[in-house]
């Protein structure tokens, strides 16, 4: 079996081996007619579960064979052009590449004595990210597996600071365990879910978040903020940290960035921007004024496998003042003991809620090394048009309404018959219409609700799709809302 180990005897073997898997995904990717194959979770896990995974075929093709089939055949793809799901981007070749060499060499990026070059490059990318944000000399970050994980650290670190200062401004003694009922959080009602998750796994409780309403435009409503942040104060309470966000998973919406920091100044307040979706705009050549006050913020979610069009997963962190980091810190004798921070050896360990990390960070600086900056930002721009050519298409037709104007490039709409249909049936014909188009492989959109109604969503975030893809997938979607609707006034009949 150590022929499989990848070391100076194999290395011809790994060449062979990666090639016809490359091969393979090379040909797949090019004769990709639809965005899935429209496989049914009945169909495909017989195939899956039939599978003995104590019986090897030990030959790599064979390997490859069966791979194609509960895999490659029927996964879905997210650079074909009617792919306009989730807040899922096609890749570029120099990330991919990165993903290779990072995959082969396995570098772990917790301590300098396992990534020697990594941790300098993933330091580096921290310090360019952070200069593009604006968050001044003393800022600092990690990478993070996502979002999600990229929000739960910031608000530990948020939370931790809030109770470090109610400590220190406590006439007597105080225990954190005093303090955490106290916190507050503040977030739109259109915000992420992973601020009250992260709230519930912090020891606060999904109660701690304040959901703010938003304007019409679908962005935090800062004078209801401000309200909100006096009664916190008026009622005893902390208000530990106010989320603002650069762009909505729903409706790619961006708060009011510099009147939020404004209150969270007065209130002396942790203010953290969840950018996962809308950090492609630090990059564009046209739009980086749409972050404007994201450079006030303690710290920064931002998304690079969202809207950098890197694979998944590659996610950072930011913070302003790199000494909050050390709420994360723990020195373990057996890999980053203190000694080493004195001797100034940059472990990433140090800052990290993970221990062993991947060397994510190289996608990023191998994309950056080849297209530079603007490279990525002008995709990023094309996508933004795309979207704004979307509405109008959208607002011009008949057969839909579409809620709100977009900002980056999500779309969110709803198929609406020419007649008089009670509500929850258009919701249905709505939903159904989602779920048809999926099983058809035809395309992909995704689907929410607004003001408790049904909707479906475009998030457009290939510059491969046109307004021709648009037109297309409304007409599909169209077909298959009308249909049940016909059906159902037939049955009702």
Same mark, same amino acid.
């Given at each position: 079996?150590?022929?499989?180990?990848?070391?100076?005897?194999?290395?011809?073997?790994?060449?062979?081996?990666?090639?016809?898997?490359?091969?393979?995904?090379?040909?797949?990717?090019?004769?990709?007619?639809?965005?899935?194959?429209?496989?049914?979770?009945?169909?495909?896990?017989?195939?899956?579960?039939?599978?003995?995974?104590?019986?090897?075929?030990?030959?790599?093709?064979?390997?490859?064979?069966?791979?194609?089939?509960?895999?490659?055949?029927?996964?879905?793809?997210?650079?074909?052009?009617?792919?306009?799901?989730?807040?899922?981007?096609?890749?570029?070749?120099?990330?991919?590449?990165?993903?290779?060499?990072?995959?082969?060499?396995?570098?772990?990026?917790?301590?300098?004595?396992?990534?020697?070059?990594?941790?300098?490059?993933?330091?580096?990318?921290?310090?360019?990210?952070?200069?593009?944000?604006?968050?001044?000399?003393?800022?600092?970050?990690?990478?993070?597996?996502?979002?999600?994980?990229?929000?739960?650290?910031?608000?530990?670190?948020?939370?931790?600071?809030?109770?470090?200062?109610?400590?220190?401004?406590?006439?007597?003694?105080?225990?954190?365990?005093?303090?955490?009922?106290?916190?507050?959080?503040?977030?739109?009602?259109?915000?992420?879910?992973?601020?009250?998750?992260?709230?519930?796994?912090?020891?606060?409780?999904?109660?701690?978040?304040?959901?703010?309403?938003?304007?019409?435009?679908?962005?935090?409503?800062?004078?209801?903020?401000?309200?909100?942040?006096?009664?916190?104060?008026?009622?005893? #309470?902390?208000?530990?940290? *106010?989320?603002?966000? +650069?762009?909505?998973? !729903?409706?790619?919406?961006? &708060? /009011?960035?510099? $009147?939020?920091?404004?209150?969270?100044?007065?209130?002396?307040?942790?203010?953290?921007?969840?950018?996962?979706?809308?950090?492609?705009?630090?990059?564009?050549?046209?739009?980086?004024?749409?972050?404007?006050?994201?450079?006030?913020?303690?710290?920064?979610?931002?998304?690079?496998?969202?809207?950098?069009?890197?694979?998944?997963?590659?996610?950072?962190?930011?913070?302003?003042?790199?000494?909050?980091?050390?709420?994360?810190?723990?020195?373990?004798?057996?890999?980053?003991?203190?000694?080493?921070?004195?001797?100034?050896?940059?472990?990433?360990?140090?800052?990290?809620?993970?221990?062993?990390?991947?060397?994510?960070?190289?996608?990023?600086?191998?994309?950056?090394?080849?297209?530079?900056?603007?490279?990525?930002?002008? #995709?990023?721009?094309?996508? *933004?048009?795309?979207? +704004?050519?979307?509405? !109008?298409?959208?607002?011009? &037709? /008949?057969?839909? $309404?579409?809620?709100?104007?977009?900002?980056?490039?999500?779309?969110?709409?709803?198929?609406?018959?020419?007649?008089?249909?009670?509500?929850?049936?258009?919701?249905?014909?709505?939903?159904?219409?989602?779920?048809?188009?999926?099983?058809?492989?035809?395309?992909?959109?995704?689907?929410?609700?607004?003001?408790?109604?049904?909707?479906?969503?475009?998030?457009?975030?290939?510059?491969?799709?046109?307004?021709?893809?648009?037109?297309?997938?409304?007409?599909?979607?169209?077909?298959?809302?009308?249909?049940?609707?016909?059906?159902?006034?037939?049955?009702?009949?």
């Amino acid at each position: 079996m150590r022929s499989h180990l990848l070391n100076e005897t194999t290395a011809e073997l790994y060449r062979r081996s990666v090639t016809e898997g490359v091969e393979r995904v090379a040909a797949k990717l090019a004769s990709t007619q639809r965005p899935h194959t429209g496989i049914s979770v009945d169909e495909l896990a017989p195939v899956v579960n039939g599978i003995d995974l104590d019986r090897p075929l030990e030959d790599p093709a064979a390997v490859l064979d069966e791979l194609e089939e509960v895999y490659l055949r029927d996964a879905v793809y997210f650079h074909h052009p009617r792919y306009l799901g989730h807040l899922n981007c096609p890749v570029v070749i120099p990330a991919v590449l990165g993903e290779a060499v990072l995959s082969a060499v396995n570098s772990s990026l917790d301590t300098w004595d396992q990534s020697i070059g990594g941790t300098l490059i993933e330091r580096r990318l921290i310090d360019w990210t952070a200069a593009r944000i604006g968050l001044g000399p003393d800022a600092d970050g990690i990478f993070t597996s996502g979002g999600s994980q990229s929000n739960f650290h910031s608000l530990l670190l948020a939370r931790d600071e809030a109770c470090r200062k109610a400590m220190q401004a406590a006439e007597r003694p105080l225990a954190k365990s005093e303090v955490l009922p106290r916190l507050r959080i503040f977030t739109s009602e259109a915000s992420h879910f992973s601020v009250k998750k992260s709230a519930a796994m912090l020891g606060m409780g999904y109660e701690a978040v304040i959901a703010v309403p938003v304007d019409r435009n679908r962005r935090m409503d800062t004078s209801v903020l401000a309200l909100e942040l006096e009664e916190c104060a008026s009622e005893g #309470l902390i208000p530990m940290a *106010v989320v603002a966000t +650069a762009g909505t998973t !729903d409706f790619g919406s961006i &708060d /009011p960035l510099p $009147e939020i920091a404004r209150l969270a100044a007065e209130h002396g307040t942790w203010m953290h921007v969840d950018a996962a979706y809308g950090c492609g705009l630090l990059v564009s050549p046209t739009r980086r004024h749409l972050l404007n006050g994201i450079e006030h913020a303690d710290s920064v979610t931002v998304d690079y496998h969202k809207s950098f069009f890197q694979p998944v997963s590659s996610s950072a962190m930011l913070v302003r003042n790199r000494d909050t980091l050390k709420h994360a810190t723990y020195h373990a004798d057996y890999l980053n003991p203190r000694r080493m921070a004195e001797e100034r050896i940059p472990n990433q360990v140090d800052k990290s809620i993970q221990t062993t990390r991947r060397f994510d960070a190289l996608k990023l600086w191998m994309t950056l090394r080849t297209m530079g900056a603007d490279g990525i930002g002008s #995709l990023f721009d094309e996508v *933004v048009d795309l979207a +704004a050519a979307g509405w !109008d298409i959208i607002d011009a &037709d /008949p057969r839909y $309404e579409v809620v709100v104007r977009p900002q980056i490039s999500t779309l969110v709409f709803r198929y609406v018959p020419a007649d008089d249909v009670r509500p929850d049936l258009v919701d249905e014909a709505n939903l159904h219409a989602r779920k048809a188009l999926f099983a058809s492989g035809e395309a992909v959109v995704a689907g929410t609700k607004v003001d408790g109604r049904q909707y479906l969503k475009f998030t457009l975030l290939n510059p491969q799709t046109t307004t021709a893809d648009i037109a297309a997938v409304l007409d599909l979607l169209a077909s298959h809302a009308e249909q049940y609707l016909g059906e159902s006034l037939v049955h009702a009949s």
